[in-house]
């Protein structure tokens, strides 16, 4: 597609639910990050990968978190047994490469809610 | 990995004069970017500037990077009220952001 584009925009659910998130890169972009961020803050890493694989995962806060990126495209973020400080905005972003110059382009987001 | 700090935290200025904000990085660095990110919405690159540069000019973007103090300036000219939104920097593979500067033009 011309832009990256993540879905749900929106999402509500309740403490201890499952929730999935997906983000749909640029065309031919290899690597694709998650960044997530509160009010007020900067975007916090995530995850970033590079094809297929998680190239550094280091920000996944705890194992509730999960991401995958199966056929080195879409990816699907995964939070398992929400909880309310898990509400933020969800930013995913893609680009080219990820040595040298390495330009992210970013999605809209999916807003989380945990009630 | 790269930790983007920006500095001020927030700016205000009259719409017209020029904005000036400030980044640091703890370790070397291949390249360094500014994001710029209006309220509610995703980033949106501004500027890329490498290692072996000092300045760099975009539009009324003008970007300078000193790699013996690990920090870039970012100055805004002219600026607009489209220009308010909260602007960030960060480098090379994994791209850690700060909180941001916060600008806001007044009218």
């Known amino acids: 597609g011309a832009g990256v584009s993540q879905t749900p925009s929106n999402k509500v659910t309740e403490k201890g639910k499952y929730v999935e998130l997906r983000c749909d890169p640029i065309s031919g972009h290899t690597a694709l990050y998650w960044y997530r961020q509160s009010l007020g803050q900067g975007p916090e890493f995530l995850i970033y990968f590079q094809g297929t694989g998680a190239a550094d995962d280091s920000g996944l806060p705890n194992d509730r978190f999960f991401a995958v990126r199966p056929e080195g495209s879409v990816s699907t973020l995964k939070i398992q047994r929400t909880e309310r400080g898990d509400s933020a905005v969800y930013l995913c972003?893609?680009?080219?490469?990820?040595?040298?110059?390495?330009?992210?382009?970013f999605g809209a987001g999916s807003r989380l809610t945990v009630l | 990995s790269q930790q983007g700090e920006e500095d001020p935290q927030a700016l205000s200025i009259q719409e017209g004069e020029n904005a000036t904000m400030n980044c640091s990085y703890k370790t070397s660095i291949n390249n360094l970017q500014w994001y710029r990110q209006n309220s509610g919405r995703g980033l949106v690159h501004l500027i890329l500037?490498?290692?072996?540069?000092r300045e760099k000019h975009s539009g009324r973007l003008r970007v300078t990077l000193d790699t013996s103090k690990k920090s870039s300036s970012l100055l805004i000219t002219a600026s607009r009220a489209a220009d308010t939104a909260s602007y960030f920097c960060g480098g090379d593979d994994k791209i850690i952001f700060g909180k941001g500067t916060r600008l806001h033009i007044l009218p």
């Open positions: 972003a893609s680009s080219q490469t990820t040595g040298g110059a390495n330009v992210l382009t």
């Open positions: 500037i490498r290692s072996n540069e």
